[in-house]
């Protein structure tokens, strides 16, 4: 059982990467994010069940809690984004690259 | 006597000082004075020095100590001088002839730029000159001989507007720091087995720790040899004295004739005893100065600037100076730059008013006449070019020279060749000193007087011009009459080389006299009679081959030539070949780097957050993968 739960937790971790990076879309990154906290606290939780242990559940309450916030945050930051700049696109976002003025 | 002699060495260093710092916001009369007065109060100081020398006469010279100057690793040199006859025939001659040299420029230098600078130069040099005769080490004597270098060169390049001047400074100094490195060499081997750079415990130590005649004291002497020859302008390294003539004349006068140029002769004889025990290296020095007096002398022949045969001719008698050392007369060199030293300063000056005169004109072929414009410079320069022709009985160089050619003679270290070719030479003196005598004093005159000299430039040329006739009756030959108190003098300085001995073969002595003094009269004649129909100037202009030879002899024998051609050009080529400098290439090498490894990294700062995640990403699995493979393992 805990090696079937175990690849779909890296499963799911694999799409949530692969989803930062390939996606443009801020939202669609934030929620790969999300994806990945999630299959970090799949397999934290089936660890615990698998050795009887109560942490697994308490820390996996702990990385909602923490995306959660997280998410809170992210969106807040998106939406003012979209405010200032009428898009979502990530790419756009490249003020710190290096060797280009920044403009003012 | 100590604060005297000290007196003597320290006065033209605080002149110097003082005229060099604050000398530019002086009036151009109290620099002027403050030269002038500070070589003098070194010259009285001299004198009382001399006089209380005298009286005592103590057998192993007068030492005085004024402090320690270091003591490390059993180096202990002090600021310490000693006083013998040598140094004290030396410092009269420096102060004495500095004195009125400096008398001269005064009132020859008052209308150029750069007064109060041009005395500061002045009594820096004759403050190291003294420092370098008076030394009781070999360090501090090397002192003095780098100041006496450093001041040469600031002299010749005084009028540092002209690029000329400044290349002709620098020539004298780079070829003189060739003899230099060889001298600072011998200091070295000399402190390495001696463990002291003290002069006298190194002659009193040398017989016992140099084998006589041992390839070790032959080289050593041979390194003393190649500073003196670099100082003194002898061959190899005599092409830097020519050039020296951009600078004042009063300059010349006294570096460049008087003084400076026989610190390579004072080296010699000091060290005479190390000398001894290499005969390789006696005879090295006897060979050089006879090459040189030959071979300057022919250079001089041909010279069409005054002061360039005045410098030629400066090299040719310090020839003399060196055979006659060579030879083992180290009195008779002593006396030789004693007597020259009078009338080639003598000889100087009253060209440099002859120049003056001329609207600064150098060329001898242009000048002429002069000698009803200047009584006073015409019969001082012709005396002082009797004296250099060896005019019989009646002129110092006379004496002296003639000291030399018998030294050469009589010398069991002598060789025929030499005083034959030192009596050729005297014919050869002779015609080119009275060359620029008819030249410029006779004949029809070119050009108006432009400037006459004043009431002291004229007192020095006559003050000069007596000692340039008497000084050498105080060393008269046996043969003639004998009073020679300045050689007996001299001998307690020395000690004589045991196979040397004067022996008084008074025929041949009186033969070598009489051959010399018919040679200088003929050499005189035959000035005379050439030069007025410049039948010489015909000849070559008739004659390629003549031509040929004029302009070799013109050119200095071609050594500035082959020096240009073995040592500058190849030198200057790599300098360009190597201008980026190849050393230099590792530490730019280092910043280039940094320099491309920061375009590579920073060409990874995109900006985009993709980019970062993804790197992120790629990092977390290496590692992820390299944890998972060592568990396995």
Request: contains cysteine.
């Amino acid at each position: 059982m805990i090696n079937h739960a175990m690849m779909f937790a890296g499963l799911l971790f694999v799409i949530g990467a692969v989803g930062i990076m390939i996606r443009r879309n801020l939202l669609f990154m934030l929620i790969s994010v999300e994806l990945m906290l999630n299959a970090a606290g799949l397999a934290i939780a089936v660890g615990g069940s698998k050795w009887s242990q109560p942490d697994g559940q308490v820390f996996l309450i702990m990385i909602f809690v923490a995306a959660a916030t997280g998410v809170a945050v992210g969106i807040s930051l998106l939406l003012a984004n979209y405010h200032e700049r009428k898009n979502v696109d990530a790419d756009e976002l490249s003020l710190m690259r290096e060797r280009e003025p920044i403009e003012q | 006597m100590s604060i005297a002699l000290w007196t003597v060495i320290i006065v033209p260093f605080v002149s110097a000082f003082v005229l060099l710092v604050i000398g530019a916001y002086m009036p151009k009369k109290a620099a002027g004075a403050i030269g002038c007065v500070s070589v003098g109060i070194s010259w009285v100081a001299a004198m009382f020095v001399a006089s209380d020398f005298l009286r005592e006469m103590p057998p192993d010279g007068f030492r005085t100590t004024l402090y320690t100057w270091m003591d490390v690793g059993g180096l202990n040199p002090g600021i310490a001088v000693r006083l013998d006859a040598l140094s004290l025939v030396m410092i009269s001659v420096i102060t004495f002839v500095g004195f009125l040299i400096h008398i001269y420029a005064s009132q020859s230098m008052y209308d150029e730029d750069g007064y109060s600078r041009f005395f500061g130069y002045m009594n820096l040099f004759v403050g190291s000159m003294l420092t370098l005769v008076l030394a009781d080490n070999l360090l501090l004597l090397y002192l003095g001989w780098e100041g006496v270098g450093l001041c040469s060169y600031l002299l010749i390049g005084f009028w540092y507007k002209d690029a000329t001047n400044g290349r002709a400074a620098q020539k004298a100094f780079i070829v003189t720091r060739v003899g230099d490195t060889a001298l600072a060499i011998a200091l070295f081997w000399l402190f390495v087995s001696f463990g002291t750079l003290d002069i006298k415990t190194i002659l009193s130590a040398a017989p016992a720790k140099l084998v006589a005649g041992s390839a070790a004291a032959t080289l050593l002497a041979c390194l003393i040899i190649g500073g003196a020859v670099g100082k003194s302008a002898q061959i190899p390294l005599q092409t830097w004295l020519p050039d020296a003539m951009a600078g004042p004349t009063p300059v010349s006068a006294l570096i460049h004739a008087a003084t400076m140029v026989t610190a390579g002769v004072y080296l010699i004889a000091r060290l005479h005893t190390l000398f001894t025990l290499a005969p390789p290296a006696m005879f090295a020095v006897a060979v050089i100065g006879t090459l040189t007096l030959f071979y300057s002398g022919f250079s001089a022949l041909v010279q069409r600037d005054i002061k360039r045969v005045l410098a030629y001719s400066t090299i040719s008698q310090i020839g003399y100076m060196f055979l006659a050392l060579g030879v083992g007369a180290w009195t008779a060199a002593i006396f030789h730059f004693f007597t020259h030293a009078f009338f080639k300063a003598l000889l100087f000056l009253s060209a440099g008013v002859a120049i003056d005169a001329q609207h600064h004109e150098h060329d001898i072929f242009k000048m002429g006449g002069l000698k009803r414009a200047l009584p006073i410079a015409y019969w001082t320069f012709l005396i002082g070019a009797a004296s250099l022709s060896a005019l019989p009985l009646v002129t110092a160089g006379f004496y002296s020279k003639d000291s030399i050619i018998w030294g050469a003679y009589s010398s069991p270290l002598g060789a025929p060749w030499l005083w034959v070719l030192a009596l050729i030479s005297t014919f050869i003196t002779a015609v080119y000193s009275f060359r620029v005598v008819y030249l410029v004093f006779h004949g029809e005159q070119k050009m108006e007087v432009s400037k006459h000299p004043g009431v002291l430039m004229n007192l020095v040329l006559v003050v000069l011009a007596f000692f340039s006739i008497t000084a050498g009756f105080i060393g008269m030959p046996e043969s003639i009459f004998k009073f020679d108190p300045l050689v007996r003098f001299l001998k307690t300085a020395f000690n004589t080389i045991p196979a040397y001995q004067n022996h008084a073969n008074h025929a041949a002595e009186v033969m070598l006299l009489t051959i010399s003094s018919a040679l200088g009269l003929l050499g005189i004649f035959t000035a005379f009679s050439y030069y007025r129909h410049n039948r010489f100037a015909w000849i070559v202009d008739r004659s390629p081959f003549a031509k040929a030879i004029h302009s070799f002899f013109f050119s200095g024998w071609g050594f500035d030539w082959l020096y240009d051609l073995l040592f500058v050009r190849p030198y200057k080529t790599f300098a360009y070949w190597n201008r980026s400098d190849a050393i230099d290439n590792v530490f730019t090498g280092l910043a280039s780097l940094a320099r491309i490894g920061n375009s590579i990294f920073s060409s990874l700062q995109t900006g985009r957050i993709r980019n970062y995640a993804a790197s992120l990403i790629l990092g977390a699995a290496i590692f992820t993968t390299i944890v998972i493979l060592r568990t396995k393992l």
